[in-house]
């Protein structure tokens, strides 16, 4: 997929683009019968939504809805259907676009997995950016979000506040977890500008992981299943003994 001009101008100024109606509806059901089975099973890696302590998760795992699945990780690993999304030719093409490399590499560490957002028990999710806890010698990180299913504010659509990744932030406007404090002066004004990233099934959402986004809970009695997985270019370089170095990187293939 070759992006236009406005296209690459609009990701420079917001920090995100919206590809819309990328996945055939049978990917798109393949996937989703796949999650729902790996889900099931409680298939290993995951995370709970107990563990994340986020608001509206479960205090524990023996609360009422502890045992909820937030996130089925190693999404790259768990099956060839997920592989191939993570290698989506007309992806990878806007990506390398945007970054302006030939050699594109994703990152098994960070994302990699299935978001899911169940009925009752799903958390919400403030205002962060992902690079806050990643280590790397530079910000230039895109990540890939595909929608399984429709993502609308009632089911916990995605949150962006547009051109954040170009922001200097103090670090008393962040709490001990790096989330952006709702009362400070300077995030007031900058969260007045939040936009909802409504996506339908097969959309895809390309956006930098040093752009604040945030997420609320799951209304509605239908989970909500996403795809995420990120991507940087050669130049940008994990930091040796780090987590974020702690895989080893896998190149997503130019089509021959």
Known sequence: MSLNPAQLQQFKIDGYLVLSDLLADQQIQQLRALTETHLKQRREPLELESEVNYPGAPVSREAEGGATIRRLRSAYQRDPLYR?????????????????CEQLLLNP?????????????????????????????????????????????DNGAMQILP????????????????????????????????????????DVVLFSAHCFHAAGKNMTDRSKYSVVFTYHGATTKPLPGTPSASQPEIPVVTPG
Request: glycine content about 2%.
């Open 84 to 100: 191939d999304l993570a290698q989506h030719p007309l992806v990878a093409e806007a990506i390398r676009q945007i970054l302006t």
């Open 109 to 153: 560490s960070h994302h990699n997995c299935i978001m899911t957002k169940q009925p009752a028990y799903s958390s919400a999710t403030l205002w962060h950016r992902d690079t806050r806890y990643w280590h790397f010698d530079n910000k230039y990180l895109i990540n890939a979000w595909f929608a399984l299913g429709n993502e609308l504010p």
């Open 163 to 202: 051109g954040s990744h170009r922001w200097e932030i103090q670090e008393d406007a962040l709490d001990e977890a790096q989330f952006l404090k709702p009362d400070h002066p300077f995030n007031q004004d900058r969260m007045a500008t939040a936009r909802t990233v409504a996506l339908q099934a097969g």
